[in-house]
């Protein structure tokens, strides 16, 4: 995803851009696209430093971790970056040696470029949006660890022992 944001004078804007889960390059077998990749993002320049405010908007399948049932959720992400060209003939500062975290969201491009690339963020904002492990909703009962039955559809009837098995050999000393 590239923005154009130095092309022309502009001191402030919204940018936005909607694009395919195709340009992002996100293979995952935990979910999918159900929409379009949708950007928003608020810049502001001061002359050849702009600052930009991001979101990242979409819908995506899930599988629930608890009920294996397919489900939809929106996802939204925010990220922030600081967009800096050289002049011409400027030489590119060394960051290296003191990272911080407004430079690790720094992208310096040459003095005759109008366009960034957040391609990267993007992608980035979107896995990271993604639960680690998904849930259908709050209340989803899972599958019956006996029988497999999806305890959101109906009671299975199967017995649930609920002894904790390290303390099982304890479960009949107050029997006698």
């Not at 925010?78 to 590119?92: C, P, T, Y």
């Not at 960034?116 to 909703?137: M, Q």
């Not at 017995?159 to 000393?173: P, R």
């Amino acid at each position: 995803m590239k923005l154009e944001i130095f092309e022309d004078n502009r001191k402030r804007d919204v940018i936005k851009v909607d694009s395919s889960p195709q340009d992002l390059d996100v293979d995952s077998k935990e979910f999918s696209f159900c929409d379009e990749i949708h950007l928003n993002c608020n810049f502001q320049r001061d002359v050849d430093i702009v600052s930009l405010q991001c979101e990242v908007r979409s819908r995506v399948r899930l599988e629930c971790s608890r009920c294996l049932d397919e489900f939809e959720r929106d996802i939204k992400e925010q990220f922030s970056l600081v967009a800096r060209r050289l002049r011409k003939g400027e030489i590119l500062p060394d960051y290296s040696e003191n990272e911080d975290d407004d430079e690790k969201n720094l992208i310096i491009i040459e003095h005759n470029t109008n366009v960034i690339d957040v391609t990267d963020l993007v992608r980035d904002a979107v896995i990271f949006s993604i639960p680690f492990n998904p849930v259908c909703k709050e209340s989803c009962k899972g599958l019956c660890n006996i029988c497999g039955n999806n305890l959101n559809e109906k009671e299975c009837g199967c017995k649930k022992e609920t002894i904790n098995s390290a303390w099982k050999d304890l479960s009949g000393l107050f029997d006698k």
